[in-house]
Structure formats: structure tokens, C-alpha cells
């Protein structure tokens, strides 16, 4: 297909929101910047603030509630705890603790407070169970008021990374526990972070006061307020009128945002864009080992990725907000700037791949066959998402191009991901874990039941693979998980089982006269504590 046949097709697909006229915001936004104060715009209520389970909101989390260490772009570093040392069999940790902490109730922050908090997670183990660590963890012991010691089944070098995830390792009063535990609920959200929840109102707001006692230093911003909002237009009206004055694409992603109509805000000069560097994948993962489907096939896999136009994916459906991916890892994410072989977008080799293999196309017929079965398969997408929606149409057309047929099925999140654990599915939308949680977790994934195994599991390396798995998970020396990681990588993309599509981004909305704007190692989370008006 020509890329001027494409450029109209794209438009027929597209039903952008355009807001017309977007004039200057009302008086709200400035009078807000003097009382330093942010609203942001969320989707979803935030939800059960309990810190130990997963339903509440995690940029809401990430302000009341902190870990051990924290993760950044130059590795792990302190947070509650200021040093640590590991044994030199990788199975002991000993975390040394900042003594000038309190939960926002007053209650000390110390190495009695970790144990009861980490216990109460261990305790709930069964909803915990997509964590390795949970897994891996013995027993904790309180050294002295400031030490604790963290003793594991056997070595797993992912320990501090996944320590310092949003939850389920983080540290709420145990005064706001329920008899000893925090699994069947919780009294109270009281953490170490740099905000307090004052106030929440179900499905309206919630309201975040600035923690003045904080460890770190009382923030300059010193009220933050999620409304709930639904995602696209009326978020961009409430903007516009000033109703919020913040909006990062958490829970929303890329289709909550109008990206017209987020520039014109830019351009009116009272707000700017700010973009986080790479922090996702987006793919389609391919069934290796679906019995009777051609997707079982290499050369069919290969051909499909290198019929897809990423860079019209890119500059079309997201207007630049997520670029194109040609690996399962952006390079920024650890352990996966290796050099692996480019599929170009190239029609024409695919159609070639298909030959060789035996797909032919037989007068007449727009759709290949062989041994009397037709080259078709189906593609799920999340059907609450506009641009799965339009992506998996355009995929569409090009496939057929190459004398493919996919036919499209529209499935909630939930049913798509059952789809992925029993393996009743072709091809389907998916994403990596997040800058965060990767390589290890997604990797994690490719060997576990419940979620890539039947990708990986028909590929001839599949044993191999979970073998290096199973082994970098458990490695202590650096330059062997290099190999390891890098022998992992290859042979996925080798096979072409996780067909890479964007890279996602964090995309900010901010006042013009907001300073301090970063981000942390999640899409999920917003370092507001660093912010200030000038």
C-alpha cells in the first residue's frame, strides 16, 4: 500500500476531538499559582489508599507513601533507608534507616515499623504473587531501633529494584493497622511521604496537603487536588477554563489526550508540554504455540512485523506522542542497549518471507494459502481504547497488502489478559511492564503461566530461554546478567514473538510558570515535591 493511500485511509479512521479557539485561561490558574496549589485531571477515583493492595491510585500512592530505596536513572539510591549492605551470598540485606522520620500521625518511623509493614504484606502472599520477592522473602528481623535485616530463600538480584516500587514495599502507621494487618483493610493513610491526604471525595477529588514535617523538606507546592475528570475533551475544556491546571498521562495514557487541542494550549502561552524519555513498549504478542494457527510460524511472524509502519503509527495516530519501537526494550531501559537486527517496515520482504515458506497466493485470491489453509488469524484489542482500535485497522489493511487476513476482535482489558494466561488467542495488544519494573519483570513474564508462556513456549529455544531465566534472576555477578540478558533479548527477538509498536511517554500539561517539572522511573508517578511557581 502506498503511503498516500495510507495517509487517507489514517484519516478516514481518526475522529480527533478539535477544540476551537482555545482563548486564555481564566483568572483560577493564576490565583492558584499564588496559593501554590496543582489540580490535576485523573480518570479514575483514587480509590482505596491502602498501600499494601493494588485497587488505589498510584500517582495518589506515590505521594503519601514511600520505600526503602528509591529507583532513578542512575540506579538505586537512599530513601527511607540510608545505606544497606548484602551478604556476599546475595541472601541477606541489611538496611540501615533514617532516624529523623515520622508517619505523617507522628508515629516513628523505624526498624520495628518495617518489620510489621513487611510482614503485613507477607502475609496477604497470594495477592503478591506477580512479585518475585514475595516469593523469595524468609524472614525480617529488627537489628536495633535503626537496623533491619531482610533474610531470603536464596539470592534474587531484583531485590532493591522491586523494593522500591510504588507498592507493595512501602510504609504505612501501624497505628492505621487492623488487628496486626492491613490486608482486610486499613484505619487511616498515614505515611513518610511529602504529602498527607486531607480529603476525599468519592468519583468528585481528593485533596493532598503538603507534609510541613517532611524529612526531605516541606514542599513548595503546598496543596495538590486530583479531580476526576473523564479522559479527552472535558479534560481539555476544565484546562482551558482554568477548573485544572495540571494533567500527566498516568492512568489515561495516550488516548486520554487531544493532542491538538494540548498544543494549541502550549500555544497560547499560558502552559507548556513536558515528555518524559521512553518509559513503554507497546507491542503484539504472537502465540508460538497455538496449534493450527499459522502464527506458529517464524516467517509468519517476521512478515507481520515488517509489514506494519511504525513511523505511521507514530506521526498519525499519536501525533508524536509515542514513537516508533523497532525492539521489545527502548534502549534506556537497563540491560537492553544491545545491538539486535532491524526489521525495516518493507512489504515486499515480508511478501518474500511468506513465499520462501511456502504461503502462496493462488490466482484470484487475495489471501495466501498452504496445505489448503488460508493465511488468517485474529487480533484482540482493548475495546475502551481508541487507538488499539485504530492501530489493529490499520495493521489490518497492511497484512492484507501482503495477502494476510486478520480479523479483529474488540475484548475488555480483562477478558484480552485471560486470553493471554490460557492461550486462547492469536495475536493480542499488550505492553511491557514499565521502566520501572524492567527487563526483569516482563522477562519474568515470558516464563510465567499466567501471562507470556504461551507466547514463548512454541519457539525451539523455549527451555533454553526459562534455563537463562530462571539463571539472571538469581545471578550475582553483573557481567554474567549482562550475557544472560542479552542472550534473553536476542532470542525473543529472533523469533519475533513480542512485535514491537511505540514507545510510550509520560506527557505532561503544565502552567508555564511551573518549575521543577522531572519524572521518576514509573509512568505512574509525578514528583510534585520538586515543584515550585516562579
Not at 42 to 69: C, F, R, W
Not at 221 to 240: F, N, R, S, Y
Not at 467 to 478: A, F, M, P, Q, R
Request: charge should be negative; proline fraction near 3%; include cysteine.
Amino acid at each position: 500500500m502506498k503511503r498516500q493511500r495510507k495517509g487517507w485511509l489514517i484519516v478516514s479512521m481518526l475522529a480527533m476531538v478539535w477544540l476551537a479557539g482555545c482563548s486564555s485561561v481564566s483568572s483560577d490558574s493564576s490565583e492558584r499559582s499564588e496559593t501554590q496549589e496543582l489540580v490535576y485531571a485523573t480518570a479514575k477515583d483514587i480509590n482505596d489508599m491502602n498501600p499494601h493492595l493494588y485497587t488505589g491510585s498510584m500517582a495518589a500512592q506515590g505521594l503519601v507513601y514511600e520505600s526503602l530505596v528509591e529507583n532513578t536513572k542512575d540506579g538505586i539510591k537512599p530513601l527511607l533507608a540510608e545505606s544497606w549492605d548484602i551478604s556476599d551470598d546475595g541472601k541477606v540485606y541489611t538496611f540501615h534507616l533514617r532516624q529523623d522520620v515520622k508517619f505523617h500521625d507522628g508515629e516513628p518511623f523505624n526498624a520495628e515499623a518495617v518489620k510489621q509493614n513487611i510482614e503485613a504484606v507477607q502475609h496477604n502472599a497470594s495477592k503478591h504473587a506477580w512479585i518475585k520477592l514475595s516469593t523469595k522473602l524468609e524472614e525480617v528481623n529488627v537489628i536495633d531501633e535503626y537496623t533491619v535485616q531482610f533474610k531470603l530463600k536464596e539470592a534474587y538480584y531484583p531485590t532493591l529494584l522491586e523494593l522500591s516500587m510504588t507498592r507493595p514495599y512501602v510504609f504505612l502507621s501501624p497505628k492505621d493497622f487492623q488487628n496486626g494487618e492491613t490486608k482486610d483493610g486499613v484505619a487511616g493513610y498515614n505515611g513518610t511521604g511529602p504529602y498527607k491526604l486531607e480529603k476525599q471525595v468519592v468519583d468528585q477529588y481528593a485533596t493532598f496537603a503538603a507534609n510541613d514535617q517532611y524529612w526531605g523538606g516541606a514542599p513548595t507546592v503546598k496543596t495538590i487536588t486530583a479531580k476526576v475528570l473523564p479522559a479527552g475533551e472535558t479534560t481539555m475544556l476544565a484546562l482551558q477554563k482554568g477548573e485544572v491546571n495540571f494533567l500527566f498521562t498516568d492512568d489515561r495514557g495516550t488516548d486520554g489526550i487531544d493532542v491538538e487541542a494540548m498544543q494549541r494550549l502550549e500555544q497560547s502561552g499560558d502552559y507548556r508540554i513536558v515528555r518524559s524519555e521512553p518509559m513503554n513498549t507497546k507491542m503484539i504478542a504472537a502465540n508460538s504455540s497455538k496449534a493450527g494457527s499459522p502464527v506458529r510460524e517464524k516467517a509468519v511472524r517476521e512478515a507481520i512485523w515488517q509489514a506494519i509502519d511504525r513511523e505511521t503509527i507514530s506521526s498519525a495516530i499519536f501525533s508524536g506522542t509515542e514513537t516508533p519501537a523497532e525492539t521489545l526494550f527502548s534502549s534506556n531501559v537497563n540491560y537492553a542497549d544491545i545491538s539486535l537486527k532491524k526489521r525495516d517496515y518493507n512489504p515486499e520482504a515480508a511478501k518474500a518471507l511468506l513465499e520462501e515458506s511456502g504461503w502462496a497466493l493462488a490466482q484470484g485470491s487475495d489471501i495466501r494459502a498452504k496445505d489448503g489453509q488460508q493465511l488468517a488469524m485474529k487480533l484482540y484489542y482493548d475495546v475502551n481504547s481508541l487507538s488499539q482500535k485504530t492501530e489493529a485497522e490499520l495493521i489490518q489493511s497492511e497484512v492484507l497488502a501482503i495477502g494476510m487476513r486478520l480479523e479483529l476482535v474488540g475484548e475488555e482489558s480483562s477478558a484480552i489478559a485471560n486470553r493471554r494466561s490460557t492461550g486462547e488467542y492469536d495475536l493480542l495488544f499488550n505492553q511491557t511492564w514499565g521502566l520501572a519494573y524492567d527487563p526483569q519483570s516482563t522477562i519474568a513474564a515470558f516464563a510465567a503461566e499466567s501471562s507470556y508462556r504461551h507466547t514463548t513456549s512454541g519457539i525451539p529455544q523455549a527451555e533454553e530461554l526459562y534455563h537463562k531465566i530462571d539463571d539472571v534472576l538469581v545471578s550475582s555477578d553483573e557481567k554474567t546478567r549482562q550475557q544472560l540478558y542479552a542472550d534473553i533479548l536476542t532470542i525473543v527477538h529472533e523469533e519475533a514473538v513480542f512485535i514491537p509498536l511505540t514507545n510510550g511517554s509520560v506527557t505532561v500539561v503544565a502552567p508555564a510558570n511551573l518549575q521543577g517539572i522531572g519524572f521518576k522511573q514509573t509512568q505512574f508517578e509525578i514528583p510534585f515535591e520538586k515543584m515550585s511557581f516562579r
